[in-house]
């Protein structure tokens, strides 16, 4: 087999594009649920920072009007 029969053979295009399409999906996805999971991670920890103050201000607001 000379250079010019194996410039020419594409037996295996189509294998390699393929495989390099599904890696490139893989990597895609796992951003985008990384993102996703950095994102909602966020939002809980905001939520939990806004319920914690409403809990302290209750706290304290009924520690002045001397409720136990």
């Known amino acids: 087999m000379d250079d010019k029969d194996l ?3 594409e037996q295996g295009g ?3 594009e393929e495989s390099l399409l599904l890696g490139l ?3 895609t996805v796992s951003i985008v649920i990384a993102v996703i ?7 809980q920890d905001v939520v939990g920072g806004l319920l914690q103050l409403l809990q ?3 706290s ?3 520690q002045v ?3 136990p």
């Open 7 to 9: 410039i020419h053979n």
């Open 25 to 27: 999906a893989v990597v």
């Open 65 to 67: 009007f001397g409720t």
């Open 56 to 58: 302290d201000s209750w």
């Open 37 to 43: 999971l950095q994102a909602t991670g966020w939002a």
């Open 14 to 16: 189509p294998l390699v």
């Open 60 to 62: 304290d607001l009924t």
